[in-house]
C-alpha cells in the first residue's frame, strides 16, 4: 500500500475538517433581537448536551428566526446509579441516616427492619430498645397509634330494613337517660301484654300474610315451647328476640325451665356425682350399686325385691337464694355438656440446637403447639386424646366405635388419630339436690361444687391418669355462656402395681374450651 497516495492523503484532510466543523460551536445563525431578548435559552443548556449543528440548522430552516435548544436531563446519570443493584443486591443508595439514639428511634428503627426481613438486625434493636425504657412499646404506640378523640357514631336504633314486631325506641332511648340504664328485668314485665304481630303486606293495598302462630292458645304455644327446648335450648333462647310475646315466654314460662332442669335431655339429670363405671368402661361391682339419681348412699340390693324396686324417677330440684328460679338454675349451676367437647389448646417455645459457627441471633426457636380433647358421654364414660392433629381433622372422630386397639400405626385412614386415645370416667363434686347457701361452698361435708373428676387410662396398663378441673365461664356478663371452660386443679399418675401418686408439671397447658359439634347431636 503506498502511504504517499495523494487521494488518500486529500481524504483524511477531509475527514479531519469535517470532525472539527463538527466538534466546533456553531454560532447561531440569526442573533438579532429575538437571542438578545432570551439570552438565557442559548446559556442554558450544556454543549455536550446540544443537538449537533447540522440538526439545528435543519430545524431552523423551518421556521427562520427562532433558535431551538436541545432539553437537558441533567439528572439522567443519577437514577441510573440509583437504580443500579450493587453486589449484595441491596441499592447504592447514601445512607444519610443518623444512628437511633433513643429508646423509641431504637423500637422504630426495629420495626423498620423488621418489614424489610432483616429479623437479626430488629431482635438488637428490639433488645436495645427496651434496655433504654422498659415501657417503649406505649410509647410507640401512642405516638403511632393515638386513641381516636371523635366519638363513634350511635348506631341507627330503627333501620329501614327493621321487621315490624321491633319496637320502635327512638322516642325515649337516645334522649331520656333514664330509660338506657333500663334493665332487661324491668323491659321484660312492660311485653307481659303484647301479642304477636303478623307480617306488613308485601305491596300497598295487598292483603297481610297470615300468622297461624298468633292465634294459638298459650297453653299449646306453651307445649310448642317446651318441644322447641327440649330438641334445642340455644334455638329456645334465641326466639325471644323475635318480639315481645315470644320474649316474655321465654324469659318467665317457668314449667319450661323446670322441665329443662329436670331432664335428661341438658338437665341435671344427666349430671353423676359419683361413679357409675370402671376406668375401661365396665360395669361397677354389684356391691358398688348406685343409682344417679341419688346421692343417700349405695343400694342395699339384698333387702329389696322387683315388687319394691321404684322405678328411677329423678327427685325434685330444690331453689335457693342462690338459684332462685329454674331458669338461673340451669343458666349458673355448674353442669357438663355433651353435644361438643373440649379443647385445650397449647402453645409454647423453645430454642433448638445452634451451630457452633453459627451467630447466636441466628440460633433456632421452636414454637410447639399441641392439642388436648376431652369428651365426656351420657353414661359417665369420656375419651380423653393428647395429639398435634388440628380439631377439624379430630372432633368427628371421638366417638365409641373409634375406641378400639386395631389402629395400625401405619395408616393413613382419618379415624387413625383415635390410636392413641384413652378410655376413662367422669363425675362431678357435690351433690345432686343439695340446699346451698352459695354456689360455691361445701354443705354438709359434700366437696364444693362445680369440679370435674376424670379418671383415664395411662399410655401403660399399670398406670392410671387422673385430672381434676373446675368449671368456669369465660364472659363476665350476666348474659354470657356459662360453663363453657374447664380449668385445671391438677393432673397426677397413679402406679397401680406399687401404690404411688406423682403430679405432673402445668406449666403448659391451659384450660378446656368448650365447643359445639353439631355431628354429635344431643350427645345421646
Known amino acids: 500500500m503506498d502511504v504517499n497516495n495523494p487521494d488518500l492523503e486529500s481524504f483524511r484532510k477531509q475527514w479531519q475538517e469535517e470532525v472539527t466543523a463538527r466538534s466546533r460551536p456553531k454560532a447561531p445563525r440569526h442573533s438579532g433581537d429575538r437571542a438578545q431578548t432570551h439570552p438565557e435559552k442559548s446559556t442554558a443548556s450544556k454543549p455536550g448536551n446540544a443537538l449537533p449543528p447540522c440538526e439545528v440548522y435543519e430545524q431552523a430552516e423551518v421556521e427562520p428566526g427562532i433558535v431551538i435548544s436541545a432539553q437537558a436531563y441533567d439528572d439522567l446519570e443519577d437514577k441510573e446509579d440509583a437504580r443500579r443493584l450493587g453486589i449484595e443486591g441491596s441499592r447504592d443508595v447514601p445512607q444519610t441516616a443518623e444512628e437511633p439514639k433513643s429508646a423509641l428511634e431504637h423500637y422504630e428503627k426495629a420495626v423498620e427492619r423488621e418489614d424489610q426481613g432483616n429479623l437479626g438486625d430488629s431482635v438488637n434493636l428490639y433488645r436495645k430498645a427496651f434496655r433504654l425504657d422498659a415501657n417503649v412499646h406505649s410509647v410507640y404506640k401512642k405516638k403511632h397509634f393515638p386513641p381516636s378523640t371523635t366519638k363513634a357514631k350511635p348506631p341507627n336504633p330503627n333501620p329501614s330494613d327493621a321487621p315490624v314486631t321491633v319496637p320502635n325506641t327512638a322516642h325515649h332511648s337516645l334522649h331520656d337517660p333514664s330509660a338506657r340504664s333500663t334493665s332487661i328485668s324491668q323491659l321484660i314485665p312492660a311485653c307481659s301484654t303484647s301479642t304477636i304481630l303478623a307480617s306488613p303486606p308485601p305491596t300497598e293495598g295487598s292483603q297481610s300474610p297470615p300468622c297461624p302462630i298468633a292465634n294459638i292458645p298459650f297453653e299449646t304455644l306453651v307445649q310448642i315451647l317446651r318441644d322447641t327446648a327440649i330438641i334445642d335450648v340455644a334455638s329456645f333462647a334465641r326466639l325471644s328476640l323475635v318480639c315481645g310475646r315470644l320474649a316474655y315466654l321465654v324469659a318467665t314460662e317457668d314449667r319450661i325451665w323446670h322441665r329443662l332442669c329436670h331432664g335428661p335431655e341438658f338437665g341435671f339429670a344427666a349430671m353423676h356425682y359419683r361413679w357409675t363405671c370402671t376406668v375401661a368402661g365396665n360395669e361397677l361391682p354389684a356391691s358398688c350399686g348406685y343409682s344417679s339419681f341419688t346421692s343417700d348412699g349405695p343400694l342395699d340390693i339384698s333387702t329389696l325385691t322387683l315388687e319394691h324396686i321404684p322405678p328411677p324417677t329423678p ?87 373409634n375406641m378400639h386397639g386395631h389402629h395400625n400405626r401405619e395408616s393413613t385412614l382419618p379415624s387413625a388419630v383415635m390410636r392413641h386415645a384413652l378410655r376413662g370416667r367422669w363425675k362431678l363434686s357435690g351433690s345432686l339436690n343439695l340446699d346451698r347457701t352459695a354456689p360455691s361452698a361445701g354443705v354438709d361435708g359434700h366437696s364444693p361444687e362445680g369440679q370435674v373428676h376424670v379418671e ?68 345421646c
Open 456 to 523: 383415664t387410662e395411662g399410655v401403660d396398663p399399670k398406670y392410671m391418669y387422673k385430672m381434676v378441673l373446675e368449671l368456669r365461664s369465660t364472659g363476665r356478663e350476666s348474659g354470657s355462656t356459662r360453663n363453657n371452660k374447664l380449668i385445671w386443679k391438677g393432673f397426677w399418675s397413679h402406679n397401680r402395681l406399687t401404690d404411688d401418686w406423682a403430679a405432673f408439671g402445668l406449666k403448659n397447658d391451659r384450660a378446656f374450651f368448650w365447643s359445639r359439634v353439631k355431628s354429635y347431636g344431643t350427645g
Open 315 to 401: 327427685p325434685l330440684l330444690s331453689l335457693s337464694p342462690a338459684y332462685p328460679t329454674y331458669r338461673s338454675m340451669l343458666h349458673r349451676r355448674p353442669r357438663v355438656r355433651f353435644n361438643g367437647c373440649y379443647i385445650s389448646t397449647v402453645n409454647y417455645h423453645r430454642p433448638g440446637v445452634s451451630s457452633s459457627s453459627s451467630s447466636t441471633f441466628t440460633s433456632p426457636i421452636f414454637i410447639v403447639t399441641y392439642y388436648r380433647y376431652l369428651r365426656l358421654f351420657r353414661d359417665g364414660t369420656c375419651v380423653s386424646l393428647l395429639t398435634t392433629v388440628e380439631p377439624v381433622d379430630v372432633v368427628h372422630h371421638l366417638t365409641k366405635e
